[in-house]
């Protein structure tokens, strides 16, 4: 999937006040307190400013603009094997919503489904967003939908864009795509271009022709001689997470996105590396950890089912129902937010508020319950 972003996603329901807003910098997608300078900086700015603008008695700002409801497929291109890249604009031809690097929209798809995806276009083009699509066999069925539904001309409708993997633009970074994880990252390494920063990156995939955006890749290369390296799986061997990691100038930061496998290598190799900070976005589900076997109970069949220790609540309601919705399996989109009516929820989500937890609601794609506890859901 896809996914990215420098502004706070879009805060839950119910939040987004003044008296909300925490002191520290917004966490990461996994609910980890990050330590960047420029997101330290916009939560102080939000403390301060938006208490002056939300005051009790004065009139409310209008809501910012967000993207139109509904965007036209401008292009559609196959940018590598099972790879199509979307170019979106607005049918009136307006400037669309500005963006930063990592940002993403969600696709509202025809069948209902909602699924996000990166912008892996030029921030300062504000006529047109792009996106590209892997299509994933025996997946959840959206990228599946994109493939076999839009075409050039096709309207669809969009929401966002928000950023859940802000770029901070540190002084030497090292950016590492695997495959279609590139589409965030190629924002970055134009923004790291245009800002003069120290950085490199690297795009690893299975073979050439898996790896999309290998053209502008190849001349973002020639205007800046050994800053990008594309490495390939039949050509170059299976990629090694430290030395991947060894690409990074001392103190710098690594932003990677790719695989599960991927991800998990360079985590388990950071530590031992000279870099200082590391940002990853998924765009699979992480898989369960520290799971208990535990049951929901669906209040309104009165229907029981078992969670293994292994799955997620998200997994097994899909199994009985595959229209559950859900997005970004990561529990910070918040569709697939079920309202609990007893029992006791283990939250692993990190975004929703004490406020909403007391009212019941829990974010089924990774928060769970305690060994043997029955959750009862409105469902
Ligand atoms: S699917 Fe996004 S929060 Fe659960």
């Known amino acids: 999937m896809s996914r990215h972003r420098t502004a706070e996603p879009a805060p839950p329901p119910g939040a ?15 609910g980890r307190q990050r330590g960047d300078r420029y997101l330290r900086f916009l939560s102080r700015f939000s403390s301060l400013y938006l208490p002056v603008v939300t005051r009790p008695g004065r009139p409310r700002q209008a809501p910012p603009r967000t993207a139109p409801p509904e965007l036209l497929v401008a292009e559609r291109r196959t940018v590598a094997e099972d790879v199509v890249s979307l170019r979106l604009t607005a049918p009136d031809g307006a400037a669309l919503p500005r963006w ?12 209902g489904r909602r699924r996000q995806y990166s912008l892996c276009g030029d921030p300062a083009d504000r006529s047109a967003y792009r996106i590209a699509v892997r299509r994933i066999p025996g997946g959840g069925g959206g990228s599946a939908e994109v493939h076999e539904t839009l075409r050039t001309g096709s309207r669809i409708t969009v929401a966002g864009p928000r950023n859940a993997f802000p770029f901070a633009a540190e002084p030497a970074v090292l950016l590492i795509a695997g495959g279609i994880g590139i589409t965030p990252v190629l924002p970055m390494a134009r923004e790291a271009a245009r800002s003069g920063l120290d950085w490199r990156l690297v795009h690893c995939g299975r073979t050439r022709s898996s790896l999309p955006f290998g053209e502008e890749l190849r001349a973002l290369a020639d205007r800046h001689p050994g800053r990008v390296e594309i490495r390939t799986d039949d050509t170059d ?5 430290a030395a991947l990691l060894g690409r990074a100038a001392a103190g710098a930061a690594v932003y990677c996105c790719g695989p599960a496998p991927m ?27 520290g799971g208990r076997p535990f049951e929901l109970a669906l209040r309104r069949s009165g229907t029981v089912l078992s969670v293994p220790a292994d799955r997620t609540a998200l997994d097994v309601l899909r199994d009985r129902d595959p229209a559950t919705a859900y997005s970004c399996r990561q529990g910070f989109c918040g569709v697939c937010t079920v309202r609990v009516t007893a029992g006791t929820v283990e939250h692993r989500d990190g975004r929703l508020t004490e406020r909403e937890k007391a009212a019941g609601l829990m974010r089924v794609c990774v928060s769970r319950a305690p060994e043997g506890e029955r959750l009862e859901l409105d469902l």
């Open 16 to 30: 987004g006040t003044a008296p909300d807003l925490p002191d520290a910098a917004p966490p990461d997608l996994y």
């Open 100 to 111: 930063q690097p990592g940002a993403h929209i969600d696709l509202l798809l025809p069948s």
């Open 237 to 241: 061997g299976v990629p090694d997470a």
């Open 263 to 289: 991800l998990d290598a360079v985590r388990a190799a950071f530590g031992a590396s000279g870099a200082a900070a590391l940002h990853f976005e998924r765009f699979t589900a992480a898989p369960v950890t």
